[in-house]
Structures are given as C-alpha cells and as structure tokens.
C-alpha cells in the first residue's frame, strides 16, 4: 500500500509557466516532507523540505505547500525553465531516518 | 568534494548469477541507506545502516538479497541467485546523523538488469 502517492507520472509546461507537482500522503504521523529532483543517468538530489508546523516553504523558484489537513502537499516552480525538466519525487518521514517516497512525476519544460 | 560513488553503473547478468553492487559513501557520513527504485513502486529502503551496524532490514525483499558494512566507508549490496524481477536501478544514498531531517544524498545508482 502506497502512503505516499503522485498521482500524475507526467506533465508539461510551457517555459516561463507556473509547474505545479502534486503528492498526497496517508499516513497522519508523517511530519517532514521533501523533494528530490532526478535527471537521468543521475542520483536525486534534495530540492527542498517543509516541516510539518509550516504550511509553506520557499527557496527561489521553488515553492512547496502543505495541507495537513487534506494531507497534500504540492511544489510550486515560478517561471518553469527547461533546466527544470527532470523526474520529481516526494518523500515523506516521521521524524526518522526512513523515507517513503511517491513514485516520482516527469516535468517536461517546453520552449 | 567526491560525492556518493556506486560501482558498476551498469551490470547486465543472467539469471541465477551472483551479483554485487558497491557503495562509497561521502567522507564523515555515519548512516548509509540502500533503495531500490522501479516504475511501479518508486524508490524503495532496503537496508539502513548506522555506524557500520544494520539498523533497519525490512525492506530487503527476500534471503537472496544480503547487504554489509565492513567499514565506514564501503558498503556492498548482494543479491545471490538473481532473478529478472530484480532489474532495477539501485542507489546508495550517505547522511551525517541518524538520518532524521539531514538530507540524504544519493550515489548516481546501478542500473541492473537481469536475463
């Protein structure tokens, strides 16, 4: 059973858009939440985190949003650019070393 | 600075064949996690260890599949006979700490494929 889940394996945006990746959670104990962005041939590399006593968290371009409430969370990328095409993962943890991650979206930036 | 190294990147094998994926971890990192990842389940823990110890091997999938730490900086994953459902790519990824919020930083992955 998938407690955390990326309901969309792909999505293309035009470049200078707003990407908006979505992740839904089951698990209520789950209080840190993160993504990894992965191009191929590479290892995911630690984009940004949020905190379960934040709803929202921001680096940049990127911008990740937390509803607790809905258990949702989604990452906001403003202006998309075609460096940003890759595949995007969110993890979720309870305060431990132990990572459940989505199954990852692939973004598409077109030019 | 030398990020996680994994060897080899690619391992092609047939089935039956004993097969060992290796890991460096980064210099003055204390916990080392395997995962595994397919299209299907995503990126999957196989094993965590902490200070050399096996902390957590819950995720391994079956007794084929065996993973171990002599030191602090190499650790191997085994898989012993393969089987093609364990084609797939698999990451080291190396934290200080316990691992709680400190990010994890992954290795480049093997990409496996067994016939």
Redesign the interface.
């Known amino acids: 059973d ?1 407690q ?1 889940k ?1 309901n969309s394996p792909s999505l293309s945006v035009q470049e200078g858009r707003i990407s908006i990746l979505n992740c839904d959670y089951t698990n209520s104990m789950f209080d ?1 939440f993160l993504w ?1 962005k992965k191009y191929p ?6 984009l940004i ?1 949020i ?1 379960s006593i934040k709803d929202k968290n921001e680096d940049g371009r990127f911008t990740v949003f937390l509803n607790k409430s809905a258990k949702h969370l989604s990452l906001h990328i403003v202006p998309s650019q075609p460096g940003d095409s890759a595949v995007y ?1 969110c ?1 979720a ?1 309870s ?5 459940i ?4 979206t692939r973004l598409k930036v077109l030019a | 600075d030398a990020g996680v190294i994994q060897s080899p990147r690619h391992e092609v094998t047939e089935m039956g064949q004993e097969v060992t994926l290796r890991c460096k971890p980064i210099s003055g990192h204390n916990s080392l996690f395997w995962y595994r990842q397919t299209m299907m389940r995503g990126l999957e823990l196989l094993i965590y260890f902490n200070n050399n110890v096996p902390i957590d091997d819950s995720g391994m999938p079956e007794d084929r599949f065996s993973a171990k730490m002599p030191n602090a900086s190499f650790s191997t994953l085994k898989i012993q006979p393969s089987e093609p459902r364990d084609s797939a790519v698999y990451f080291c990824a190396s934290t200080a700490g316990m691992g709680g919020q400190e990010t994890q930083y992954f290795g480049p992955g093997t990409r496996l494929l067994v016939l």
Do not use: L, N
Request: hydrophobic content about 25%; overall charge neutral.
């Open positions: 998938q955390v990326q840190y990894y041939a590479e290892g995911p590399t630690f985190s905190s993962f993890a943890s305060g431990t070393y132990k990572y991650f989505g199954t990852g």
